[in-house]
């Protein structure tokens, strides 16, 4: 007899089922549930139909997801702080990755990546402020909570067997522009333009973020995104004094 593997249907709605049960032990913001329920479980499916629950990439989507709903809690004291400024690159290098996989368009993607980096650097100033000793939503959410590819409902999955594709890589011939931390950049949007300094740089350089001098604006860019938008003229420096 010839097992049947699952309907699309049925796995999805067993990620999401999953889903909604770590967004609820993580005590993370609204922001963030639609993108984790609607996008993020949509790529889940998506690799689980073509390599199965036994692919690294099936692994990483709920370690990513994990980690952004771990990120998002509050933080206390100096070492909480530094393990989330630490673990950010690597964090929306996955998440950028994604949402390309999926197909989500530009603004969509532009505008999460800004709420995403106003949120951390609240976080990060509110972390380096609090107490370690004081309770928070990030006690609720443990390694030993982080689901993988065998926990809940999800291990009745049985995967189907289709070979593994491979991933696309970055084309070597993006440069970002020459910036260094301090410089401002002039970004164009539909609200006009906004003035923003380059506040801090990934160690390999791949991604960037820039806030106004309130922190109350933000946004991170991969290199690929920031050296796009001054091709499309949507970013450029400031005129000389």
Known sequence: MVHKPPRMSEVLNKI?????????KSGAPEEVH?????D???LQAGIFQAKGNQHGDWKAGWETAN???????????????????RMLPTLLSRLHAGCAALGMPLGERDALFERLAMMHAALAREGLQARPEEEGP??????????GSDDSDLRDLTAPDL????????????????LKLGDRVVFRGEGGERLLTL?????????????????????????????????????SLPPMP
């Open 163 to 178: 070979p593994a594709t491979d991933s696309p890589t970055a084309d070597p011939r993006i440069v970002p522009p020459p």
């Open 199 to 235: 506040t801090w740089v990934s160690p390999m350089g791949g991604m960037y973020l820039f806030a106004n001098e309130q922190g109350l604006d933000a946004m991170t860019l991969t290199h690929a995104r920031l050296e796009a938008k001054f091709q499309a003229g949507d970013a």
């Open 16 to 24: 999401q089922d999953e889903m909604a049960r770590q967004i609820r």
């Open 34 to 38: 639609a993108f984790l329920m609607r």
């Open 40 to 42: 993020w479980s949509r």
């Open 138 to 147: 990030i006690t609720r959410l443990r390694e030993e909570d982080v689901t």
């Open 67 to 85: 980690a952004l709903l771990w990120s998002l809690a509050p933080k206390r004291g100096l070492e909480e702080t530094g393990a989330l400024l």
